[in-house]
């Protein structure tokens, strides 16, 4: 199959989109232009259900949908789309309404960006000692944007907000300067949209350097889900895999962080196609997703998924928590509901899918995942604990906050039993 990608100038191009209904439509014009829109022929063909628009998930993933702005920055964007098709005034509109949707959580422009000799390198964010993120500049898009996305800022001509760098070298020889460092997180957007020789110059120079403390090579990709063509029959597909196969070989372990948000992105027999050839030479796929509303916020949902993962030979990795940009007022359900889900599905399946973590969110101190609630010296608490910490000593005690039934983020909740919040 051969791509064809979809974005709000030639949407109206996709053959079944005479299904939408005029506010669908809408919707599409108003909020397309405030956060990323694109899909492809592969996601519109075969992973949407046109007869059952109004309740397909896939749908909500990946087309704009009218509640994913308040009201007021529905309002203010759709009088400029009715009255004006000047692409200045319609950007400046839109650019008031993304600043005040907190386009770069988690301290990550403040924290995040490492420095080599006071120089601030952007195309790449140090936050945990082990785990260096590399943005390369080339793989700033996906094969489709999810509309969760909390790196939107990135796809809408944000440049002040914009990860990514071309030095593969300066890459390479900060990973041999800091020793701690044994894995490096390819992202984006999706590495997976580059062509194997643009990918190759990234990777040549680190398997050709023999970096003792390199030990893990990840690739953050929604490209199994959203065009798992790229690892079977695009015309470079098999020069990739030979690609992952020199990784393998130089004793490094490639892990593909994989984005399935619904088990419909697993039953295709595309999706089975390119996990088992991804698996027979050697790459280990982990699976993660935010739990969201309208997309899977049933135990049902989650279950299913993590069986159709291990059937596959994938690990269950994380159900994360929606983070605090974007859409996320659309998305986010309650941390209390948050952990319901994960409990109830984590109870129907059984030990092989429970190499699974969450809920968690991954905010400005490190990854924290919601354990439960309990109740202690007569107080209703979440319990909560760091999987990841800017500060190693964090990781892996619990500590508790004030039961709140609303809190739908780290930073809505309160020490218990009136002690410091000590991150």
């Known amino acids: 199959m051969k791509l064809q990608s979809y974005s709000l100038h030639n949407y109206k191009n996709i053959p079944q989109i005479s299904k939408l209904s005029p506010e669908q439509i809408e919707a599409i014009e108003v909020v397309g232009n405030v956060l990323p829109f694109k899909t492809n022929n592969y996601v519109v063909n075969e992973l949407i259900n046109w007869d059952n628009i109004d309740n397909d998930p896939m749908f909500k993933l990946t087309f704009p949908q009218k509640g994913m702005l308040s009201k007021e920055h529905y309002n203010a964007m759709k009088i400029v789309v009715e009255h004006t098709n000047n692409k200045n005034e319609i950007k400046n509109i839109a650019n008031i309404i993304r600043n005040e949707l907190n386009p770069h959580p988690a301290g990550q422009l403040e924290h995040n960006v490492p420095e080599v000799n006071g120089e601030k390198l952007m195309g790449m964010q140090h936050k945990y000692k082990e785990t260096v993120l590399f943005f390369p500049s080339q793989g700033q898009t996906c094969h489709a944007y999810c509309t969760f996305c909390f790196r939107w800022p990135q796809f809408v001509g944000m440049d002040e907000f914009k990860f990514a760098t071309k030095e593969a070298t300066l890459l390479r020889d900060y990973v041999i300067e800091h020793k701690q460092v044994t894995d490096i997180l390819f992202t984006g957007g999706d590495p997976m949209i580059m062509k194997a020789k643009v990918f190759a110059t990234y990777i040549e120079p680190l398997l050709e350097a023999d970096i003792p403390n390199l030990q893990t090579i990840r690739i953050g990709t929604k ?180 039961y709140d039934e609303a809190a739908i983020w780290m930073d809505e909740l309160k020490p218990a039993f009136d002690e410091e919040n000590s991150f």
């Not at 695009?234 to 990784?247: R, W």
């Not at 419909?264 to 089975?272: A, G, M, Q, R």
């Not at 299913?304 to 159900?319: A, D, F, G, S």
């Open 223 to 402: 490209a199994l889900a959203y065009w798992p063509y790229k690892f079977t029959s695009d015309d470079d597909s098999d020069e990739l895999l030979s690609l992952f196969e020199s990784i393998i070989k130089k004793g490094i372990n490639l892990s593909f962080m994989a984005h399935f948000s619904h088990p419909v992105e697993l039953d295709t027999p595309i999706v089975k196609e390119a996990i088992k050839k991804l698996r027979s030479i050697g790459v280990q796929i982990r699976t993660q997703s935010p739990v969201l509303k309208h997309i899977n916020d049933k135990p049902e949902i989650w279950a299913e998924m993590w069986r159709k993962q291990v059937n596959l030979n994938c690990i269950p990795y994380y159900m994360f928590i929606p983070r605090d940009t974007g859409a996320q007022d659309y998305f986010a359900i309650t941390l209390e509901n948050a952990w319901h889900i994960f409990r109830n599905a984590y109870q129907k399946v059984s030990g092989v899918c429970r190499t699974v973590r969450g809920p968690s969110m991954s905010c400005t101190p490190g990854k924290v995942q919601v354990l439960g609630i309990s109740e202690i010296k007569e107080e209703k608490v979440f319990v909560l604990r760091m999987l990841q910490g800017r500060n190693p000593d964090w990781v892996a005690k619990p500590f508790f906050a004030k």
